[in-house]
């Protein structure tokens, strides 16, 4: 545990993330990259919101799959920065919230557990399974 929050510490974890999202997008190996600033909206804790007064927060992400009966959307994700709630509110911001956000869910669309993030977390040759918490980690 000590190793891996000293190599978090240190910027050496590398997080991908992915998460079905509403929407149909197209499916592609190229990343693309949301860059929006976001800051704490304060009368609404601890919701966050896309501001100029915020700070600068950047995702890359790319399609990789989806489902057309239902119209969602299975995203890769890679925060290149580590906002509070930054993967939700940059997928809300394109019109693509993750299905069954509690915080950024819509009205009357398909509703699922919330389970935004792949179960895996791999540090080194130790990969672990994680049934609440799941992402991908490696160290660079």
Same mark, same amino acid.
């Given at each position: 545990?000590?190793?891996?929050?000293?190599?978090?510490?240190?910027? !050496?974890?590398?997080?991908?993330?992915?998460?079905?999202?509403? @929407?149909?997008?197209?499916?592609?190996?190229?990343?693309?990259?949301?860059?929006?600033?976001? &800051?704490?909206?304060?009368?609404? %804790?601890? %919701? !966050? &919101?896309?501001?100029?007064? @915020?700070?600068?927060?950047?995702?890359?992400?790319?399609?990789?799959?989806?489902?057309?009966?239902?119209? &969602?959307?299975?995203?890769?994700?890679?925060?290149?920065?580590?906002?509070?709630? !930054?993967?939700?509110?940059?997928? !809300?911001? &394109?019109?693509?919230?993750?299905? @069954?956000?509690?915080?950024?869910?819509?009205?009357?669309?398909? %509703?699922?557990?919330?389970?935004?993030?792949?179960?895996?977390?791999?540090?080194?040759?130790?990969? %672990?399974?994680?049934?609440?918490? @799941?992402?991908?980690?490696?160290?660079?």
């Amino acid at each position: 545990q000590r190793v891996l929050s000293l190599r978090f510490a240190q910027r !050496q974890v590398h997080k991908r993330y992915v998460a079905w999202v509403h @929407g149909l997008l197209p499916v592609s190996d190229a990343w693309q990259c949301i860059d929006l600033p976001l &800051i704490t909206d304060w009368p609404n %804790r601890p %919701r !966050q &919101i896309v501001s100029e007064q @915020g700070k600068p927060s950047q995702t890359r992400w790319r399609c990789t799959s989806h489902k057309v009966a239902d119209h &969602i959307s299975e995203l890769s994700l890679e925060p290149l920065t580590g906002r509070s709630h !930054q993967l939700r509110v940059h997928l !809300q911001a &394109i019109g693509h919230p993750i299905v @069954g956000d509690p915080l950024c869910a819509l009205a009357g669309w398909l %509703r699922l557990p919330f389970w935004p993030c792949v179960a895996y977390m791999a540090v080194g040759k130790l990969a %672990r399974y994680l049934t609440m918490t @799941g992402f991908l980690l490696w160290v660079v």
